[in-house]
């Protein structure tokens, strides 16, 4: 029996690791998170009746307490419930499925704790992966990833440590507005980038992929969790997402996972990692699949992505000013403030303005996230208000 925490169990990647669960009776789950959606909650905890529950605000914890007094489940709330479902004695496991750099200071706790990470939330290590790295080392825990080209990359790379990679190659689907033109983009609507061709997701982690700014962020978390430099991490577009991703070796081998674009594969992998599980539904076909096919990205439209490599190339805190400067323009976004090209635009700019340090602690990481959140009002300032 595995006993797992969930952060972030209502969203995309925490209902399906909840399917997950329900396919294996040898996962437990001890604690479930989540932010608002606490009709949801309630139904999640008394099918999977966890030891701890923890929604973001008090009144709705209050009123969770309320709905769920027959069943003696724990509600907790805020920042200090998240640590204390992040820390939970009987959890083996976190999976980290909350959204945004909130996961940075419950992750740090659970490695503390001495708990295996599997990671979905790649905010967290692009802004502190120099922290959480060596303290996971530190602490002998893993970090697994979800995300599934850094699950891709993690199988390609098992029975190949002492290999010498000469290149991952992060493969990316070009999201629904690859091909256009920067002047194209000028008029797309909220509507047309949530329309992801080949993944169902979050708002958020959608929109990031439109801007190609998620891949950005997945170059810095490859970076992290396989410790390569940036020169050898190489971004394809691949627009079938079969292939979801591969690792390159000095002899020019190119070792690659493919399947259907589905998370539950690297949650389940993640969960139960060195071993395989069965897996409901469809299996790929190659005869199905017919064609793959492999593209440049175009660095110059979707020049989110080039900022990415300029921030990881910067170091210190650039990658944190980025990450935050693209969560708050997102989030604008999908309040219908900003256009879909003020994204990048914003993320440009608190690169040039909010203040640079070079070895960000953890309370610098966060004092930066504030003071580019304050940057970006301060710059939508009118909009915001008239809004
Ligand atoms: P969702 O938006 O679908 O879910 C986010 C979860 O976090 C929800 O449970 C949400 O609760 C909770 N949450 C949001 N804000 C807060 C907050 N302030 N405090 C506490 N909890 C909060 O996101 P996804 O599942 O799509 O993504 C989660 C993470 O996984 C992201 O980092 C994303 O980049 C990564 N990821 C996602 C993939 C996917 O396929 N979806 C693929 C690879 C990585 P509530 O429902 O109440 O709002
Ligand atoms: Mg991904």
């Given at each position: 029996?595995?006993?797992?925490?969930?952060?972030?169990?209502?969203?995309?990647?925490?209902?399906?690791?909840?399917?997950?669960?329900?396919?294996?009776?040898?996962?437990?789950?001890?604690?479930?998170?989540?932010?608002?959606?606490?009709?949801?909650?309630?139904?999640?905890?008394?099918?999977?009746?966890?030891?701890?529950?923890?929604?973001?605000?008090?009144?709705?914890?209050?009123?969770?307490?309320?709905?769920?007094?027959?069943?003696?489940?724990?509600?907790?709330?805020?920042?200090?419930?998240?640590?204390?479902?992040?820390?939970?004695?009987?959890?083996?496991?976190?999976?980290?499925?909350?959204?945004?750099?909130?996961?940075?200071?419950?992750?740090?706790?659970?490695?503390?704790?001495?708990?295996?990470?599997?990671?979905?939330?790649?905010?967290?290590?692009?802004?502190?992966?120099?922290?959480?790295?060596?303290?996971?080392?530190?602490?002998?825990?893993?970090?697994?990833?979800?995300?599934?080209?850094?699950?891709?990359?993690?199988?390609?790379?098992?029975?190949?440590?002492?290999?010498?990679?000469?290149?991952?190659?992060?493969?990316?689907?070009?999201?629904?507005?690859?091909?256009k033109s920067y002047e194209e983009l000028e008029h797309v609507t909220?509507?047309?980038?949530?329309?992801?061709?080949?993944?169902?997701?979050?708002?958020?982690?959608?929109?990031?992929?439109?801007?190609?700014?998620?891949?950005?962020?997945?170059?810095?978390?490859?970076?992290?969790?396989?410790?390569?430099?940036?020169?050898?991490?190489?971004?394809?577009?691949?627009?079938?997402?079969?292939?979801?991703?591969?690792?390159?070796?000095?002899?020019?081998?190119?070792?690659?996972?493919?399947?259907?674009?589905?998370?539950?594969?690297?949650?389940?992998?993640?969960?139960?990692?060195?071993?395989?599980?069965?897996?409901?539904?469809?299996?790929?076909?190659?005869?199905?699949?017919?064609?793959?096919?492999?593209?440049?990205?175009?660095?110059?439209?979707?020049?989110?992505?080039?900022?990415?490599?300029?921030?990881?190339?910067?170091?210190?805190?650039?990658?944190?000013?980025?990450?935050?400067?693209?969560?708050?323009?997102?989030?604008?976004?999908?309040?219908?403030?900003?256009s879909f090209l003020e994204?990048?635009?914003?993320?440009?700019?608190?690169?040039?303005?909010?203040?640079?340090?070079?070895?960000?602690?953890?309370?610098?990481?966060?004092?930066?996230?504030?003071?580019?959140?304050?940057?970006?009002?301060?710059?939508?300032?009118?909009?915001?208000?008239?809004?």
């Open positions: 029996m595995k006993s797992i925490s969930i952060l972030g169990s209502t969203g995309s990647i925490g209902t399906q690791t909840l399917s997950v669960v329900d396919e294996n009776t040898d996962l437990k789950v001890v604690a479930l998170t989540c932010g608002k959606n606490i009709s949801l909650m309630e139904k999640q905890a008394r099918k999977y009746k966890p030891k701890l529950v923890c929604v973001s605000g008090e009144e709705d914890a209050n009123s969770l307490r309320v709905a769920l007094k027959d069943t003696g489940i724990k509600v907790t709330s805020g920042m200090e419930g998240l640590i204390e479902a992040a820390t939970m004695e009987e959890a083996d496991i976190v999976l980290t499925a909350i959204v945004g750099m909130i996961g940075i200071r419950p992750t740090i706790a659970a490695i503390e704790k001495g708990k295996d990470i599997a990671l979905a939330n790649k905010e967290t290590l692009v802004t502190a992966g120099h922290l959480i790295i060596p303290l996971a080392k530190k602490h002998q825990v893993s970090i697994l990833p979800v995300d599934s080209e850094h699950s891709a990359i993690f199988q390609c790379l098992q029975g190949n440590r002492e290999n010498t990679v000469d290149k991952i190659l992060l493969t990316a689907s070009g999201g629904p507005f690859r091909g909220l509507e047309d980038a949530l329309h992801h061709p080949n993944w169902s997701m979050g708002k958020k982690i959608t929109i990031d992929s439109a801007t190609m700014v998620n891949k950005g962020l997945e170059v810095m978390e490859a970076r992290w969790l396989f410790d390569v430099p940036l020169s050898k991490i190489q971004v394809t577009v691949h627009p079938q997402s079969i292939l979801h991703s591969a690792v390159q070796f000095e002899d020019g081998a190119i070792i690659g996972q493919l399947g259907t674009p589905d998370m539950r594969l690297p949650i389940l992998y993640a969960l139960f990692y060195p071993h395989r599980r069965e897996l409901s539904g469809e299996k790929p076909d190659l005869f199905d699949i017919g064609s793959l096919t492999f593209e440049k990205p175009d660095f110059e439209t979707f020049y989110g992505l080039q900022l990415a490599f300029d921030a990881a190339n910067t170091g210190g805190n650039m990658p944190t000013i980025y990450n935050a400067a693209n969560e708050r323009a997102v989030a604008l976004f999908l309040q219908g403030r900003i994204i990048p635009e914003l993320i440009s700019k608190s690169m040039v303005e909010v203040d640079f340090c070079d070895d960000p602690t953890l309370e610098d990481i966060l004092e930066t996230e504030q003071n580019t959140y304050e940057f970006i009002n301060s710059v939508c300032f009118r909009k915001i208000k008239a809004y």
